[in-house]
């Protein structure tokens, strides 16, 4: 069984660039969701993607945008970068059956920094 | 409302000792209460679970107390071991796969 991917690891940007990180959820789970932690502090929820839909959304702009696939990976997207975007992005996957949800697992994350 | 408040901010103990870190909620809807431990650029990796129907669990050296009529959970680690030097995070939500609301942190320092 393996366990939450992302990549890449480390990404520098500047301000008003887009950019596109991607996870591999653990095997056998269907929901994916993003978390952005800023240093020092907890994370915070983003969004959670299952069956390839957005199923929740905490307060996060528009700018950042995700997708699932059909094979349960996930991307997240963030357009017009801005300085505060900085951060450990971290991707959390976790198996939904029978209407329960289960106990969410953590990737490593990506580490962006933007200029 | 959908606040997770955690104390300490940092903690030093000696081998052996038992850090207690605290954590209070809110929102009546939290339903599920997990611990997770974080290592310097690493993931955040899930330590210990509780849901309201308990009032302790335990598993291995952790254990996490909770006071429903407080909205109060806490993380007690026993024989504390250098290895347990992280940043622990507790967290709520009202299903275990859906929005995790995180608490501040506390840094642990475990001294030889």
């Known amino acids: 069984e393996t366990g939450v991917t992302q990549s890449p690891t480390h990404l520098i940007k500047t301000r008003g660039q887009q950019v596109t990180l991607r996870c591999s959820s653990q095997?056998?789970?269907?929901?994916v969701s993003w978390y952005q932690q800023a240093l020092g502090q907890g994370p915070q929820f983003i969004f959670q993607?299952?069956?390839?839909?957005?199923?929740g959304r905490g307060n996060f702009p528009p700018r950042f945008s995700g997708l699932q696939f059909p094979n349960y990976s996930s991307e997240l997207n963030v357009n017009a970068l801005e300085l505060d975007d900085s951060a450990l992005y971290l991707c959390?996957?976790?198996?939904?059956?029978?209407?329960?949800?289960?106990?969410?697992?953590f990737g490593p994350g990506t580490r962006l920094l933007v200029l | 409302q959908q606040q997770v408040k955690q104390s300490p901010q940092s903690l030093i103990v000696q081998k052996g000792g038992i850090p207690i870190i605290n954590c209070a909620y809110e929102?009546?809807?939290?339903?599920?209460f997990p611990w997770y431990q974080q290592f310097p650029g690493k993931g955040p990796a899930l330590l210990i679970a509780?849901?309201?129907?308990?009032s302790e669990k335990k598993e291995g050296r952790f254990t996490i107390s909770f006071n429903k009529s407080a909205k109060q959970f806490s993380l007690h680690i026993m024989d504390s071991q250098p290895g347990d030097s992280a940043t622990y995070f507790c967290?709520?939500?009202?299903?275990?796969?859906?929005?995790?609301?995180f608490g501040g942190g506390t840094r642990l320092m475990v001294k030889p």
């Open positions: 959390a996957s976790s198996l939904e059956s029978s209407g329960v949800q289960e106990t969410q697992y």
């Open positions: 095997s056998g789970h269907n929901t």
């Open positions: 993607y299952y069956r390839e839909e957005e199923n």
């Open positions: 929102n009546t809807a939290f339903d599920y």
């Open positions: 509780i849901r309201p129907d308990v």
């Open positions: 967290a709520a939500s009202d299903n275990a796969g859906n929005m995790l609301t």
